[in-house]
């Protein structure tokens, strides 16, 4: 399966490629947290990405287009893989395409996770991430058993610092005009999945798994 989960910040991507990369057994691609990576170690590209992501900017599509088709010649993208966070831009959209079209593949669908926006900035102000593994809680929906700790690996959980308050309303923003437009870029090449985001994650999933079985099978791979 080659698949994309598109939707604003906070609607719950990275909470269902967790699940949908045990389901498939493909790898989850999610360029917020290979960008995040590299600006900890500090790379070249982690440099460069810093001061969007502070600001609640998209990276330039270069970077992250270079980022991401060096990602996907990876050998455990062979049998497929699941992106999250990326495409953001029409421009990445057609880079991922050409991407795909060189090496003779092609996406086969694309899960638009919606969510209303009053839940969105709830659900990022409370969102809590271990440190460690990488594992998402939120405050009040689903709180580790001991506060502040990974109920999995007992590691520290922390604010990513673009959840405040003030870089979310950036991010929404950025979202709605330079990702929402892909909503009609896929639904006119007839990959496009909509999946109501709201309820508790397994519902989501749920949701999601009913929407792949209707992939046609000329799109499956
Ligand atoms: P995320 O973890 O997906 O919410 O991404 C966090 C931040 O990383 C975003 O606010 C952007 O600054 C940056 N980022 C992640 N994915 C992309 C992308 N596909 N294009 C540009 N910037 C990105």
């Avoid at 994309?4 to 909470?15: D, E, I, M, R, S």
């Avoid at 996907?72 to 990445?92: E, K, N, T």
Wanted: a neutral charge; one cysteine or more; aromatic letters at 4%.
């Amino acid at each position: 399966m080659r698949l994309v989960l598109l939707g604003p910040p906070g609607a719950g991507k990275g909470t269902q490629a967790q699940l949908l990369k045990q389901t498939f057994a493909i790898p989850h691609i999610s360029t917020g947290d290979l960008l995040r990576q590299a600006v900890k170690e500090e790379t070249n590209l982690g440099k460069q990405a810093r001061a969007y992501m502070d600001k609640g900017e998209l990276v330039p599509d270069e970077l992250v287009t270079a980022m991401v088709a060096e990602r996907l010649q990876h050998p455990d993208c062979a049998s497929g893989f699941l992106l999250d966070g990326f495409p953001r831009s029409i421009a990445q959209a057609d880079a991922l395409a050409d991407e795909l079209t060189r090496s003779g593949k092609r996406l086969d669908g694309v899960m638009s996770i919606m969510v209303p926006r009053a839940d969105l900035i709830e659900r990022l102000s409370g969102r809590r991430v271990c440190r460690e593994c990488g594992t998402m809680y939120h405050e009040r929906f689903d709180p580790p058993k001991r506060a502040g700790v990974c109920d999995k690996c007992q590691g520290v959980l922390y604010q990513r610092s673009d959840d405040n308050a003030e870089t979310v309303s950036a991010r929404l923003v950025v979202y709605e005009r330079s990702t929402a437009p892909l909503l009609s870029y896929y639904g006119d090449r007839e990959l496009l999945y909509e999946i109501d985001g709201r309820g508790m994650p397994e519902e989501v999933g749920q949701r999601i798994t009913a929407a792949l079985n209707t992939v046609p099978a000329t799109h499956r791979s």
